[in-house]
């Protein structure tokens, strides 16, 4: 068999090397507008456990909304000097109307009739709305938006833009400068993106990683 690959090996494996967590973004470097699109599309194209997308990406672009979660934020730069500033926001409980809203968009997207889809949405209902999963739907919902985020580092790094995926943040501080409380909105997480600082001394070191061996097994 040919190898279908659109990316060569090497340059995956330079890439994957290439992305580090980026401490000090260069605040004078912007990202353009075309390659935003394709950031922002592959959040919108990842992959969802039932395709049910429980996520809004919050992209903080006033200064001064910035400002206020810099304290909330471990006082970590990037939230203020990143070109972007992302917010991973998951749907804190499921429900009829966000998968009724799936059902309509799939009917629409393929052309075929919701009234065929009627099987698939029970199915979900009694799983996640009903379901003994319901009483754990924010972990869930906080998995998927972790899959936008792995989808959109990788991509990023093969347009050589830089990123800190932040954990290091106060949610409940973040939903309330947001403006999400109530909302059935919340934090989990956010991405700074842009370019990095010449003088970010992190770019220089060498990862730290378990052995192959360590951890990819096969049985
Ligand atoms: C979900 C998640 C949250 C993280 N939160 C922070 C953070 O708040 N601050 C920070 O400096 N690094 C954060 N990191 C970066 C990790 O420390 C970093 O990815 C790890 O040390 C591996 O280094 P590398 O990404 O440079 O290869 C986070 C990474 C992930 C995946």
């Known amino acids: 068999m040919s190898n279908m690959s659109k990316v060569d090996n090497e340059v995956l494996h330079n890439q994957m090397n290439w992305r580090y967590a ?34 809004k990406f919050l992209v903080v672009q006033n200064p001064e909304l910035r400002a206020q979660l810099l304290p909330l934020s471990w006082g970590q730069t990037p939230v203020t000097e990143a070109s972007h500033l992302i917010v991973f926001t998951y749907k804190e409980k499921m429900d009829e109307q966000h998968i009724e809203k799936l059902i309509q968009t799939t009917a629409q ?29 924010n972990w869930w919902a906080q998995r998927q938006a972790y899959i936008a985020m792995g989808t959109l580092l990788t991509t990023a790094s093969l347009m050589e833009i830089d990123t800190l995926p932040m954990e290091g943040l106060d949610p409940a501080g973040y939903d309330k400068v947001l403006n999400l409380v109530g909302t059935g909105w919340k934090t989990v997480a956010a991405v700074a993106c842009g370019y990095r600082s010449a003088d970010d001394k992190y770019q220089h070191n060498k990862k730290v990683r378990f052995e192959m061996k360590d951890v990819v097994e096969f049985r």
């Open 22 to 55: 980026c401490k000090k973004f260069d605040s004078t470097k912007q990202i353009r507008e075309s390659d935003w699109n394709i950031l922002a599309e592959s959040l919108r194209t990842a992959a969802s456990s039932y395709g049910l997308q429980p996520w």
């Open 109 to 137: 997207v393929r052309g075929i009739d919701a009234a065929g889809l009627e099987g698939y949405k029970n199915m979900m209902i009694g799983d996640l709305v009903k379901g003994p999963r319901s009483e754990v739907i």
